[in-house]
């Protein structure tokens, strides 16, 4: 993907809603193809989006919050 392109609000829309259905970041930005991993992140932590998905796969136990 070439740099400093504006996201467009409709790819912006398609990126929640990928993210609302499967909340595994990379996976998405691989699926939808012309975004990168870090779109796909910003656009998430602007709509409150956890990926959790992401997460879980780096293999690396997590504190609890309440810690």
């Known amino acids: 993907m070439p740099r400093n392109v504006p996201i467009t609000p409709e790819k912006e829309q398609e990126i929640i809603a990928a993210l609302q259905k499967d909340s595994h970041g990379s996976r998405e930005a691989r699926t939808l193809g012309d975004v990168s991993y870090a779109t796909v992140w910003q656009m998430a932590d602007r709509n409150a989006i ?4 992401s997460r879980e796969t780096m293999g690396r136990p997590r504190l609890l919050a309440e810690l």
Request: no cysteine.
């Open 50 to 53: 956890a990926l959790r998905a």
